[in-house]
Nanobody, 126 residues
Framework: QVQLTESGGESVQAGGSLRLSCSVSGRTSGSYTMGWFRQAPGKEREFVAAMFRSYGSTYYAESVKGRFTIARDNAKTMVYLQMNSLKPEDTAVYYC???????????????????WGQGTQVTVSS
């Protein structure tokens, strides 16, 4: 079993930056696709970014492309989401997720991931 623990969420002003961290522990042998999703109040959980297990290729939602960056450390025990130029519409609970089986065509679907963290709140004020 894989355990994911997010941290780094806080309240910031629009235009500011935050870096979210996700600690990965447990049975982490093998390659995992790592992702970040977010859920705002009254809305469905939506894809933010992912790093595919093969070659570490990265993918982003159009709404965050150019502002957010997903990265992981060489030991593969931490995954990060660097968020710049934050907007009020980025306000949400951000979730770290992992999957050994998700295929590339399903990388934006939350149902394709097996493991989830508890989430961390990001609030961006105008």
């Amino acid at each position: 079993q894989v355990q994911l623990t997010e941290s780094g969420g806080e309240s910031v002003q629009a235009g500011g930056s935050l870096r979210l961290s996700c600690s990965v522990s447990g049975r982490t042998s093998g390659s995992y696709t790592m992702g970040w999703f977010r859920q705002a109040p009254g809305k469905e959980r939506e894809f933010v970014a992912a790093m595919f297990r093969s070659y570490g290729s990265t993918y982003y939602a159009e709404s965050v492309k150019g502002r957010f960056t997903i990265a992981r450390d060489n030991a593969k025990t931490m995954v990060y989401l660097q968020m710049n130029s934050l907007k009020p519409e980025d306000t949400a609970v951000y979730y770290c997720t992992a999957s050994r089986t998700v295929i590339l065509s399903s990388i934006t679907r939350s149902g394709a991931y097996e493991h989830w963290g508890q989430g961390t709140q990001v609030t961006v004020s105008s």
